[in-house]
């Protein structure tokens, strides 16, 4: 009986050994072959080069410099803090920082991690004499996004970070990781696909001491595309030098193709900021109320005032509610029911061309209300107003272009003729950008064609032409189109913008004053040059900046030193 007992003891000892023996070698022995060539393979990662950005005589906007960091390979350090602590003193740098970037960056303790980055070259040739003994630290290079510029073409060209976890469901497809660095706004988000780089890196395996035994292969990293603008830098430098420091947008456009040849949006940003983490800088521009991040150019909407005058005149003489010779005395305001509409002057008897260049808005009253509320917005449509251009840059707002429907619908209201009224002058509910104002005024200078806006024109050494929509007719007759620009080309002998009669290329053009509650008014200027061949338009608009006449004061001022440099 005791035998038996135990006979039986070993056999259920052997049972629980085979049973383990089992699990580990064939239930779980693929795992742990897995962690075991883990355990003995490295990979050293090899990063590339994201794509430049140039301008389109093919000066460089955005670069990439060389910076080095500090990687720390936890499997062969057992002591890892006080290392960071020696790394903190050798780089001048807080340990608790350090540490923190350790833990962040922490993935494996197989793969590499970067506890410091961008150390100058200086602390780079220490830590390699250091690495004798200190084998768990490596000092890589890797490129580093550079703007040249400073906080030129900020808007426009955007800035880098680590992806979100929104922009990460939406690319997760597109080989995009956690921990990517991609583009945010401009240039550098909507075209991130192209300038982006892919990682490579070599694969080597080492003994259980961590020791190099071979090497397992290599991937060559790839380098990102270039883009090439359709900016060009000397005209981006001369509107953002004159601009300042002033609140608003500059853009210049070709009329023909819609090629951006400057987008300015003030105030700026320092994408670099960005690039270095520099956290004060970005929470500095996070919390400014003056919102510097935002784009003005594409990104917000203003009372246009008298620059969507043009869209009210070529309503009106396609519709035959006015001809070129149709007079409207102007006594300084205009009665709409028991309410008076005010005039900035009192101008007597004005014809189309001499209330464009006068700015009269009696003129435009009775024009407007001749029209009605529905064909100005119908007009403003086929303009362009109310709807995206398509810009190839994203977070464009389209603006509001009402309606009698869109009131009732919006509103609950019903529409009137002082509706009307302030309608036919730019201001009540109508919203616009700068950039469906430049848009607009192009249809002008190119014989009526609504053409769409773009800032790249080749990537990678390809013309991104075949992408875009042509130009679309807006259907204006051709006198239509020499009467509207015979007032606008007055506007600069002897209107509003007289102040730019004297300059050595002809304009055309109209100032705007729009009327702000609560505020100082916004400033306008839209024209086009030269007069009889356009080859660029323009808008200026100053937010908060008084009289359209300070922004064609900017506008000349532009348009001179565009003269003097030879680009006109």
């Given at each position: 009986?005791?035998?038996?007992?135990?006979?039986?003891?070993?056999?259920?000892?052997?049972?629980?050994?085979?049973?383990?023996?089992?699990?580990?070698?064939?239930?779980?022995?693929?795992?742990?072959?897995?962690?075991?060539?883990?355990?003995?393979?490295?990979?050293?990662?090899?990063?590339?080069?994201?794509?430049?950005?140039?301008?389109?005589?093919?000066?460089?906007?955005?670069?990439?410099?060389?910076?080095?960091?500090?990687?720390?390979?936890?499997?062969?350090?057992?002591?890892?803090?006080?290392?960071?602590?020696?790394?903190?003193?050798?780089?001048?740098?807080?340990?608790?920082?350090?540490?923190?970037?350790?833990?962040?960056?922490?993935?494996?303790?197989?793969?590499?991690?970067?506890?410091?980055?961008?150390?100058?070259?200086?602390?780079?040739?220490?830590?390699?004499?250091?690495?004798?003994?200190?084998?768990?630290?490596?000092?890589?290079?890797?490129?580093?996004?550079?703007?040249?510029?400073?906080?030129?073409?900020?808007?426009?060209?955007?800035?880098?970070?680590?992806?979100?976890?929104?922009?990460?469901?939406?690319?997760?497809?597109?080989?995009?990781?956690?921990?990517?660095?991609?583009?945010?706004?401009?240039?550098?988000?909507?075209?991130?696909?192209?300038?982006?780089?892919?990682?490579?890196?070599?694969?080597?395996?080492?003994?259980?001491?961590?020791?190099?035994?071979?090497?397992?292969?290599?991937?060559?990293?790839?380098?990102?595309?270039?883009?090439?603008?359709?900016?060009?830098?000397?005209?981006?430098?001369?509107?953002?030098?004159?601009?300042?420091?002033?609140?608003?947008?500059?853009?210049?456009?070709?009329?023909?193709?819609?090629?951006?040849?400057?987008?300015?949006?003030?105030?700026?940003?320092?994408?670099?900021?960005?690039?270095?983490?520099?956290?004060?800088?970005?929470?500095?521009?996070?919390?400014?109320?003056?919102?510097?991040?935002?784009?003005?150019?594409?990104?917000?909407?203003?009372?246009?005032?008298?620059?969507?005058?043009?869209v009210v005149a070529a309503a009106a003489l396609e519709t035959a509610k006015i001809n070129p010779s149709t007079t409207h005395v102007c006594e300084g305001y205009y009665q709409v029911g028991k309410q008076k509409f005010n005039c900035w002057s009192s101008h007597g008897i004005q014809d189309l061309m001499d209330a464009i260049a006068n700015s009269c808005n009696n003129y435009f009253y009775q024009t407007g209300l001749s029209l009605g509320g529905q064909a100005i917005h119908d007009y403003a449509v086929k303009f362009g107003f109310g709807k995206p251009t398509n810009i190839d840059i994203f977070n464009e707002t389209q603006g509001i272009v009402p309606s009698p429907f869109w009131k009732k619908f919006t509103r609950l209201q019903g529409w009137y003729n002082g509706d009307t009224a302030n309608f036919s002058i730019g201001q009540g509910y109508l919203l616009v950008t700068p950039l469906q104002v430049v848009r607009m005024i192009a249809v002008f200078a190119n014989n009526g064609f609504l053409v769409t806006p773009h800032v790249v024109a080749k990537i990678g050494g390809q013309d991104t032409l075949i992408w875009r929509k042509k130009p679309s007719t807006v259907g204006l007759k051709q006198s239509t189109l020499e009467a509207i620009n015979a007032g606008m080309r007055k506007t600069i002998t002897s209107g509003t913008g007289a102040v730019m009669a004297q300059l050595p290329v002809e304009v055309a053009g109209k100032t705007g004053t729009a009327q702000v509650f609560g505020s100082r008014t916004h400033g306008w200027f839209t024209g086009f040059f030269p007069y009889k061949k356009p080859r660029f338009v323009i808008c200026v608009f100053l937010e908060n900046g008084g009289p359209g006449a300070n922004a064609s004061m900017m506008a000349k001022e532009i348009i001179d030193q565009m003269c003097r440099e030879g680009l006109v």
């Open positions: 009986m005791r035998v038996k007992i135990i006979y039986s003891g070993f056999f259920l000892l052997f049972a629980v050994i085979f049973t383990g023996l089992f699990f580990l070698q064939v239930i779980k022995g693929g795992s742990y072959r897995l962690l075991s060539e883990k355990n003995c393979v490295r990979l050293m990662p090899q990063e590339g080069t994201r794509g430049k950005i140039l301008d389109l005589n093919g000066k460089v906007i955005v670069d990439n410099n060389l910076s080095y960091e500090v990687t720390l390979l936890p499997q062969k350090n057992e002591k890892v803090d006080s290392t960071l602590e020696m790394l903190a003193k050798a780089l001048g740098r807080n340990p608790a920082v350090l540490k923190k970037s350790f833990r962040q960056n922490l993935v494996s303790s197989y793969l590499p991690v970067t506890v410091a980055s961008n150390i100058g070259t200086h602390s780079a040739i220490i830590l390699e004499e250091l690495k004798a003994d200190y084998p768990e630290i490596s000092v890589a290079t890797r490129p580093l996004r550079h703007y040249s510029y400073g906080k030129l073409a900020s808007h426009l060209i955007g800035y880098l970070g680590e992806i979100d976890r929104w922009r990460l469901t939406r690319m997760a497809d597109y080989g995009y990781n956690t921990k990517d660095i991609v583009g945010f706004t401009g240039v550098e988000e909507r075209y991130d696909y192209y300038l982006r780089q892919e990682e490579g890196g070599t694969s080597i395996e080492v003994d259980h001491r961590g020791r190099f035994v071979r090497i397992l292969g290599y991937k060559p990293p790839q380098n990102g595309k270039d883009i090439i603008l359709t900016i060009d830098l000397e005209i981006q430098k001369i509107a953002e030098n004159c601009i300042g420091d002033k609140k608003g947008s500059v853009i210049i456009m070709d009329p023909f193709s819609g090629a951006i040849r400057a987008m300015v949006s003030r105030p700026g940003f320092q994408a670099q900021s960005f690039v270095q983490k520099d956290q004060a800088a970005i929470k500095d521009l996070f919390s400014d109320e003056s919102s510097p991040l935002l784009n003005r150019a594409i990104s917000t909407r203003y009372p246009p005032g008298s620059v969507f005058k043009m």
